[in-house]
């Protein structure tokens, strides 16, 4: 059975501060979601990796993919108020289409 | 373009009663999936369908069933409604290699 961990569960960052939320997951995987979300909102997808080293990038935020560790990394560059949300990352199995969600990160900048 | 419809947004119900939730695909996508989140949770898979039939099937109540019909759209009919229900439900549609798109979610208050 597939497993995403991510972590950090909680994270208060002040604004122009850079982090990391990582997401390991313990099977082979086809693809990898990264999807925003707000309170009581859908979910926005932001990003969705398909290869090893795969990177992709929009604004402050960079997504990379590392399949033989089975990680992702959402990385934030000097962050702003605006990028406070949770932030989920979910695995396509491979072979079976279902997406499995990390826990999420909910992300909160401070001024 | 055309993303993914789910009605109703909103829905309240009382304990014990039933509730159907509907899930229009992106035209052409014949994959649609389930899922429902609960607060402060990550989303958790409940079931899917591929071309009308049900493919996979996740952590879905009794109380619940879904179908795909012959346009491809999808509904979920939840019965015997308990207050531990209420959640996001949400829907996404997906076509052979193509990524998950999903809908805005229906919020189901159960009182």
């Known amino acids: 059975e597939l497993k995403v961990e991510q972590n950090p569960l909680f994270l208060s960052m002040q604004e122009g501060k850079n982090y990391t939320i990582y997401c390991n997951y313990s099977?082979?995987?086809?693809?990898l979601y990264w999807y925003r979300q707000d309170p009581g909102k859908s979910l926005e997808s932001l990003f969705v990796?398909?290869?090893?080293?795969a990177v992709k990038q929009e604004g402050r935020l960079m997504a990379s993919l590392d399949t033989k560790a089975r990680l992702s990394t959402l990385h934030i560059t000097a962050a702003v108020h605006d990028l406070s949300a949770t932030y989920f990352c979910?695995?396509?199995?491979?072979?079976?289409?279902?997406?499995?969600f990390g826990t999420g990160t909910r992300l909160t900048i401070i001024p | 373009a055309a993303g993914v419809i789910q009605s109703p947004r909103h829905l309240i119900k009382e304990k014990r009663e039933t509730a159907t939730l509907k899930c229009y695909p992106i035209?052409?996508?014949?994959?649609v999936y389930w899922y429902q989140q609960g607060p402060g949770q990550d989303p958790q898979f409940l079931i899917s369908?591929?071309?009308?039939?049900?493919?996979d099937k996740g952590s879905i109540p009794d109380r619940f069933s879904a179908q795909q019909f012959s346009d491809y759209h999808s509904e979920l009919n939840m019965s015997s409604l308990e207050l531990g229900d209420s959640a996001l439900y949400f829907c996404?549609?997906?076509?052979?290699?193509?990524?998950?798109?999903f809908g805005q979610g229906t919020r189901l208050t159960v009182v």
């Open positions: 979910a695995v396509e199995g491979f072979g079976n289409e279902k997406l499995t």
């Open positions: 099977t082979t995987s086809d693809r």
């Open positions: 990796l398909l290869s090893n080293g």
């Open positions: 035209p052409r996508h014949d994959t």
């Open positions: 369908f591929y071309e009308k039939m049900q493919s």
């Open positions: 996404a549609s997906e076509s052979g290699d193509t990524e998950a798109f």
